[in-house]
């Protein structure tokens, strides 16, 4: 075990390079500790075709760079000036089972700790976080690609002006947001919204959006048509009405609690593209397979029989939409995806594709990743909108949270891209039952 010396020494877990590989190299001049058990637990990963199996292999392939400069059993100096040791020493901890890998990475921090290093434990499970801080060892989550929820980029700024200034800013064909705007939400960005809403009267509102061509709001005039019997409800509604159907955004998110339409507005506006305006070739939906028990694979039938479990959301969002249709609705639904005008796929079997010319929804985005976000942006072929659907709050990811998400990652990393519109919902519009439990369960 080399000298303890000032700098901070990291002890990594494996749920951090399995997140994110680039981990390895994210402590800049500070020492960088991987229990050879953490080595071990990748070791497990490395023939897995999803993204755990890609990153287990991105390690493996970055520490063999490093072997290459020098051993890794006594430390090699990476290009910020830090140190990368992969260390077998660990201490058994008393009141710790023996033989559990967790507590064995604890035991090699504790060691390091006993040897006089000045240790902090990186992971991002949570009870291992509590057992190092039972240890008095500093532990914490990895930091690196998090956003604060609570201060998540919205994507409109709210004006109360009066009644007579609602009227008239509404047809006026181009504002000034310094006239307008308050100075600590300024400066605007490329297709952030500002609604006006009447100090008397809280439903009397207009909406505005801000061009970052000519640095000048201008109103949305024009009422959207009702399509598949579905119509904006409030502004947050018809701001992503705004973006859903402007070819010229290719990226729009969409974040809220559960019941505020996110999903049917995207779907709808989806299949208005599709199959009324001929805009795009094809719907495709798709959710992150992130199950509460046994995976997809253990589930009976083909692969399209197992989604029909996963996609049980998306049906029923397709089927209020398509209940106007003379047949069937799920005659309707069934005839679509005969005819691949939707499809609906696993985001297992998108990495290497090209999407061309398609609407793509993804639904449930919170429990992305960062990087499986990335892969899934960069399938985006010549001419695809894609759609970010999902609620922060609701993650089924063990090792994400409201702030480590891929979707909130892109929120806030595609913020005024001329190309890119974000919503943030607030109102459940499912029921006055699903609004009382969002906000009170």
């Known amino acids: 075990m080399p000298p303890a010396n000032s700098a901070k020494t990291f002890v990594i877990d494996t749920n951090v390079l399995l997140h994110n590989p680039a981990s390895l190299f994210a402590f800049a001049d500070n020492h960088v500790v991987i229990p050879m058990v953490v080595l071990e637990e990748l070791d497990k990963f490395k023939t897995a075709s999803n993204e755990l199996g890609q990153n287990s292999r991105e390690v493996a392939r970055a520490l063999d760079r490093l072997r290459h400069q020098g051993s890794l059993r006594s430390g090699v100096v990476t290009p910020q000036g830090g140190t990368i040791q992969v260390l077998m020493d660990y201490a058994d901890v008393d009141g710790m089972a023996p033989g559990i890998n967790d507590n064995r990475i604890l035991g090699c921090a504790a060691a390091l700790k006993k040897a006089g290093h000045n240790v902090f434990f990186i992971s991002k499970d949570i009870n291992a976080r509590v057992k190092a801080d039972a240890l008095d060892i500093p532990s914490e989550d990895f930091k690196a690609m ?163 479990h996963w996609m049980g959301p998306i049906f029923d969002n397709l089927h209020f939409l398509l209940a106007s249709e003379e047949r069937d609705p799920d005659d309707v639904i069934k005839r679509l995806i005969a005819e691949e005008t939707i499809t609906m796929e696993a985001l297992t079997y998108i990495r ?36 970010l659907t999902g609620d922060p709050h609701q993650i089924d990811n063990p090792y994400l949270d409201s702030n480590s998400n891929g979707l909130t990652h892109v929120v806030e990393r595609l913020r005024g891209q001329e190309l890119a519109g974000h919503v943030t919902f607030t109102k459940s519009e499912r029921s006055v039952l699903a609004g009382v439990a969002a906000d009170i369960l």
């Open 352 to 387: 290497g594709r090209s999407i061309a010319r398609q609407f793509v929804v993804v639904d449930e985005a919170q429990n992305l990743t960062p990087h499986e976000i990335k892969t899934i942006i960069s399938r985006a072929g010549e001419d695809t909108k894609v759609v």
């Open 146 to 308: 998090r956003v604060n929820v609570d201060e998540l980029y919205t994507g409109y700024v709210t004006v109360e002006v009066s009644g007579d200034e609602v009227d008239d800013l509404a047809h006026k064909p181009q504002t000034d947001p310094a006239t307008l705007v308050p100075k600590e939400d300024l400066p605007l960005v490329w297709n952030q919204f500002v609604v006006l809403r009447d100090r008397t009267d809280k439903d009397h509102t207009a909406l505005l959006r801000f061009d970052g061509a000519s640095g000048m709001l201008r109103p949305l005039v024009e009422e959207p048509p009702e399509i598949y019997s579905v119509t904006p409800r409030s502004p947050e509604q018809r701001m992503a009405f705004e973006l859903l159907l402007d070819d010229r955004v290719k990226l729009v998110t969409l974040v809220g609690r559960a019941g505020t339409g996110k999903t049917l507005l995207a779907l709808a506006c989806g299949l208005n593209k599709v199959i009324d305006s001929e805009r795009y070739k094809k719907l495709l939906v798709s959710r992150p397979i992130m199950p509460l028990g046994a995976d997809i694979g253990y589930l009976p039938g083909s692969k399209d029989d197992k989604l029909q």
